[in-house]
């Protein structure tokens, strides 16, 4: 079978033997049927499409109930058994909803899925319509995919970066399926969608679908010739979501996909993947694309094995009571792929030669330095540096080397001098602004930075931030009361993770190491007992195996401003 372009009806009348052979395959389950396929010859295929093409409107319309079939023979397209049955089960049930883990070919699913549904009926009677919570979700995830395999199998039509469009049948180009990103509270943005022939409502990343638009998405099963698949991971912090409550239903269809049943953890033979460019030069499985072992591990190093980010993301369970994350992981991963904004000067354009980055920044931007210093030696010393909404580590060490003040000192003045050199290439008036957590070690390195400055050596202001102190700020009656500068530290960053809810922007771009990212997603939050909030302690956190957060103290340091100043005296 020629799997590198989709199969084309043969010219002419159909056979009175190509008619029988329809309907003698027709009469078959859709799993024996495609046993079948492999044996016919290319003429008996495309004598088969002419067949479908006359008795249902499409070429494709052999295979309107067997989605595995379109993905075999028509796209060209390798399964493993769980995509297989997430296709299958759309073909029958109105409902489908998947929670899954990452590295599932969850994406390409819904890709197989959009394809079969556009193309085994009439052109232009039936609509695909993608949703996910953010715009940059739906271009940069589902659509590059549904281009892919549409190219790939040859298929008529046109895609471009959201929308198909296919000729009906009087000829007319006409939008089949595109792309939408609603606001969370425009419930009209979903209603008032149908189509004759019915319509797919593909849900992808369904776990921040807001209950507002989930609820009215029920509106397109009218007529009983639609379907809902939504797929996606489940979130690691919010509870009671929509797709949570749809998952909990019994009149729908709910496959789950941890890890352990993809195929590197069970051992599943995959089949050889067909899509890759160099599939004709380097055949491989399509396991190489899945997730697998070596990465959970990792995962579960940087997490902790019970934590919500670990239960979301590995075993694709929806989050419990309990103490949940400051920082929810969904919020740092989103921060971290952030796009670059279309103005601004790139770091490597500025002419400084320890600025090599591609990452932009705006002119005037206020320039910060955040240091987490190690406790006596041990843990890391962590430098990061914000420039405007951009944040970046740019220095972790550990050892014995960091007990001594002046060495420690010495390392935050390099980074002093280069964000001082940045601030001059920006023309920001404000100088360089450092915070330094004044504990232990980091009071005499506050001290002898605060000296330099006394002497001219760097002329960047020095703040000592002493983490157990009072905020010395008014609760004011908001949510969250932090109960000390290290909670009010983690719940301001808190904030400042937070996507933008039509957008999912953050209101920083995080460029940093796996490491930090996964610190900055690690501790727990609760209350004491005059209902303050609190941020789990590092030595609590180590209780349970989790790393001291270091590398994500210095970044949220960098971009936190105490109430209160300390001043440091230098004795002469």
Known sequence: MNTQAAPRPAGGRPSAYAAGLYADLMALPPAVRGGFYGGL???????????????????????????????????????????????????VREEVYVPSCFGSSKTRTAAVATLWWLYTRPPGLSRVVTLAPYWRQVEKLTWPEIRMLHGHAGLPGHVDTTQLKLRDANAVETVVAYGMS????????????HAPGGVLMLVEEAGGIAASIGDNLSGVLTGGKSRILAIGNPPTDDQGTWFERMCQRDDVRVITIPTSVTPNFTGETTPTCRTCPDVEHRPHPLSVHLVDQAWVAARLKSHGDDSPYIRAKIHAKFPTGGPRQVIPADWVEASAESPEPAAGRRLCDLDLPDETAAWRVQNGAWVRLGVDVAADGGDELAISRSIGDLVTVEHTSSG?????????????????????AVRRAL????????????????????????????????????????????TNRDPDGIEERPWRKRDEMWLAG???????????????????????????????????????????????????????????????????????????????
């Open 41 to 91: 010859s290319a003429e008996d295929v495309a004598a088969l499409l002419a067949v479908a093409e006359q008795e249902t409107g499409t070429p494709y319309g052999l295979w309107e109930d067997d989605p595995v079939g379109f993905a075999a023979v028509v796209l060209g397209d390798a399964l493993w058994s769980k995509q297989e049955e997430i296709l299958s089960s759309v073909a």
């Open 182 to 193: 609603p606001p969370a509270h425009d419930e009209a943005a979903v209603q008032g969608i």
């Open 400 to 420: 014995q080397v960091n007990a001594n003040a002046v060495t420690v000192a010495g390392a935050v003045l390099e980074h002093i001098r280069r964000a001082e």
């Open 427 to 470: 023309g920001t008036a404000a100088r360089v602004r450092v915070k330094i957590d004044g504990i232990g070690v980091g009071w005499g390195v506050a001290s002898v930075l605060s000296a330099w400055a006394a002497e001219q050596v760097h002329d960047a202001e020095i703040v000592v931030v002493i983490v157990s102190e009072s």
């Open 494 to 572: 808190r904030t400042l993770f937070r996507p933008e809810q039509a957008t999912g922007r953050c209101l920083i771009r995080c460029r940093t190491d796996r490491a930090t990212l996964a610190q900055l997603s690690a501790p727990r939050k609760g209350s004491n007992s005059g209902g303050w909030t609190v941020v789990e302690a590092k030595k609590a956190m180590k209780d349970r195996g989790i790393s001291s957060p270091d590398r994500a103290e210095s970044v949220l340091l960098a971009v936190y401003e105490p109430a209160v100043e300390h001043e440091v005296r230098i004795i002469v």
